[in-house]
């Protein structure tokens, strides 16, 4: 299975109001519930006035247009990344999965998912 990398440097975040997020950016992740609304986007485009910031996040892309049907993609890249002590932020769209690694962690995740047949493209 191909991973691809995607470049630029990520945040997520807690914000009061959707109003404070720019929704006009290529990679941008809300999700709003009764208790909080998280964002998840790149650092450069942080909402003015966030709640809780979480900086220093890298984001890998399960390549392709993943079905329904599919088992076990995330579960196992999380389980591969998990034995190696690296932790996870997860989002998926209706097509795919981005997996986001600590910025420290990155090429030590790289690493181990190669390991275990994973291709990473640039």
Do not use: H
Request: glycine share 6%; with cysteine.
């Amino acid at each position: 299975m191909e991973l691809q990398k995607v470049k630029g440097d990520f945040s997520i975040c807690k914000v009061a109001t959707i109003k404070q997020i720019d929704f006009s950016k290529e990679l941008l992740f809300v999700a709003q519930t009764p208790d909080e609304i998280s964002v998840v986007c790149e650092s450069a485009y942080l909402p003015q006035e966030c709640i809780e910031v979480e900086n220093g996040w890298n984001v890998l892309k399960v390549s392709g247009m993943l079905d329904f049907g599919l088992i076990g993609i995330i579960a196992k890249i999380s389980n591969i990344l998990a034995d190696a002590k690296i932790s996870i932020f997860v989002v998926s769209t209706y097509n795919t999965d981005y997996i986001l690694l600590k910025t420290e962690s990155f090429e030590k995740g790289l690493q181990v998912l190669r390991q275990e047949g994973y291709v990473i493209v640039e």
